[in-house]
């Protein structure tokens, strides 16, 4: 098991820029392929990027390509988020999950095993 916690999310204006970061706890973190999803009020839990055991590959979702940046410390048992340009429409709360098998270009929330508490984000137009 692990236990992930967010952090970082805030208030930020169109066009700035936040860091998310992700606490693991547990003794096999770089085990584990780790995930950013968002939710936004009365929408689904949407993909946002993933990032292979070794940190070597990354996915993302069309809409935050170019924009955002996933990596992961497995020294450090972390994993975060560069957020820039961003946009009022990805004003959402901001989950870290954890999988602890397959590939990074599964994107369904159901091919993750844990999940983090989340943290919100808002950017104002």
């Known amino acids: 098991q692990v236990q992930l916690v967010e952090s970082g999310g805030g208030l930020v204006q169109a066009g700035g820029s936040l860091r998310l970061s992700c606490a693991a706890s547990?003794?096999?973190?770089?085990?584990?392929?780790m995930g950013w999803f968002r939710q936004a009020p009365g929408k689904e839990r949407e993909f946002v990027a993933a990032?292979?055991?070794?940190?070597?590959?990354?996915y993302y979702a069309d809409s935050v390509k170019g924009r955002f940046t996933i990596s992961r410390d497995n020294a450090k048992n972390t994993v975060s988020l560069q957020m820039n340009s961003l946009k009022p429409e990805d004003t959402a709360v901001y989950y870290c999950?954890?999988?602890?098998?397959?590939?990074?270009?599964?994107?369904?929330?159901?091919?993750?095993?844990?999940w983090g508490q989340g943290t919100q984000v808002t950017v104002s137009s």
């Open positions: 990032i292979a055991r070794s940190g070597g590959s990354t």
């Open positions: 999950a954890a999988r602890s098998s397959g590939i990074i270009l599964a994107t369904a929330t159901s091919t993750y095993n844990y």
């Open positions: 547990g003794r096999t973190f770089s085990s584990y392929i």
